[in-house]
């Protein structure tokens, strides 16, 4: 007997149908006599619509407000999927984030737990019941409602199987496991296996949306076992993400390429040359809490250089305006910006052992006549920053000059 967590996302319960699913297999593995904690994310779209919906009222919202409001979507699949389970005759109990508790710190929107307390998930296991949990949410210390960022309910899985010791983490969704990358942008990628928590980090935070960041964050720290799989298909063993590189097998030099169109660049033109000027610039942006991804600093002459970097496509017209700000402080002669840029980037631990990755991706992609506008590296990963309308092609080629179609 195991204690499992299963995680389902939008797709998987977005209509009663495909809820009625979900209780037949949590109902299968509660009658092999398994302890089930399910985690469920709203209907698929129902998350656009509230902060849309919000949005209408205040073009701004209100963070706190906003999580109000979007923690809602949840509270219903965990009431639906309850009632689905106690139709075939399976005893369930919902909770959401706040009944649980999942505790979180006070940053709406974008919270971190902090703490999960499972004494009633506890007693409820052992009455024999299946504990199903609202993914996304949880709870500050002064009983406001918060959520975990966008696809946080994979995070809240994670979160679960590690407070609750969980034998395994299974996160169903509407692939069968992590593939070599996006099967709807290249219908010829290739699931894996297995995958390591480093690239499924690095693949994870480069874009690929198979699983939230910070639930392989929290896999890797705290030693969750964490399998994808679909919830469509009853066969399959889904991508197993693992401690340790499979020592037998001989490494692939790329395990996947991941892409993100949610990216702007800015660019400060003629500052002065000047210590501190990184500092005044990407502080008074951190200030804003606007995270910064790419930098890249011009060699300087006749005194002024040029400073540009990225950020999320959200925050573009901030940024800008921050900018205009810094520029009249500082002295500079022009702030550019483009919103309609991505980056795509190569994954793979075996690149540590192998020069040469790097000068192949440049090359295929100049075969293909694209333009790099920025390139950041890191030992496992290679990233570029390319003109948005190059993304497909950009990844396919990529796909295929590190025979990964194979
Ligand atoms: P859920 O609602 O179940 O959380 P998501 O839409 O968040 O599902 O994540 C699943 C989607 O992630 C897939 O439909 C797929 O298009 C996308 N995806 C992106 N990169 C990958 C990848 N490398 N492997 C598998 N799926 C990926
Ligand atoms: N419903 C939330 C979202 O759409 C959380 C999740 O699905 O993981 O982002
Ligand atoms: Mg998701």
Do not use: W
């Amino acid at each position: 007997m195991a204690l499992i967590v299963q995680k389902y996302g939008g797709t998987s319960v977005g209509n009663p149908e495909r809820i009625k699913n979900v209780a037949k297999r949590v109902a299968k593995f509660h009658a092999q006599g398994h302890q089930v904690v399910v985690v469920v994310s709203a209907m698929s779209g129902e998350t656009n619509k509230l902060i849309a919906l919000a949005k209408e009222v205040q073009a701004n919202p209100d963070p706190r407000e906003l999580d109000q409001i979007c923690s809602t979507g949840e509270q219903v699949t965990i009431g639906l999927l309850s009632m689905a389970l106690m139709d075939i005759g399976v005893p369930a109990r919902s909770y959401t984030g706040g009944q649980v508790k999942v505790l979180t710190d006070s940053t709406f929107t974008k919270a971190r737990i902090l703490s999960i307390d499972e004494a009633n998930m506890r007693r409820d296991l052992e009455a024999g019941k299946v504990v199903v949990v609202a993914g996304f949410q949880g709870v500050d210390a002064d009983g406001n409602i918060t959520t975990l960022g966008r696809g946080g309910s994979d995070t809240s899985g994670v979160a679960l199987a590690a407070a609750l010791k969980a034998d395994e983490c299974q996160i169903y969704t509407d692939v069968d496991g992590v593939y070599t990358t996006d099967p709807r942008v290249v219908p010829e990628a290739k699931k894996l296996d297995t995958i390591t928590f480093e690239e499924m980090l690095e693949m994870a935070s480069l874009g690929s949306k198979v699983l939230q960041i910070r639930s392989v964050e929290f896999a890797g720290k705290y030693k969750v076992k964490l399998r994808v799989l679909s919830s469509f298909q009853d066969e399959g063993e889904g991508t197993l993400i693992t401690v340790e590189e499979d020592k037998n097998m001989e490494q692939p030099i790329i395990s996947g390429i991941a892409f993100n169109r949610d990216e702007a660049k800015l660019t400060m033109l003629g500052v002065p040359d000047t210590p501190g000027i990184a500092y005044q610039i990407l502080g008074a942006i951190a200030d804003a809490n606007i995270d910064v991804d790419m930098i890249i600093q011009n060699v300087g002459h006749d005194g002024t250089t040029d400073f540009s970097f990225t950020v999320n496509r959200g925050d573009f017209a901030k940024a800008q305006g921050i900018l205009e700000t810094v520029k009249a402080k500082l002295g500079g002669r022009e702030i550019t910006g483009d919103n309609k840029i991505c980056k795509v980037s190569a994954v793979g631990v075996g690149m540590r052992s192998h020069p040469g990755v790097a000068s192949k991706m440049f090359k295929a992609l100049a075969d293909e006549g694209i333009n790099i506008q920025m390139i950041s590296t890191s030992e496992i990963k290679i990233s570029v920053v390319l003109d948005e309308k190059y993304l497909e092609l950009a990844v396919r080629v990529l796909h295929r000059t590190f025979g990964l179609d194979q």
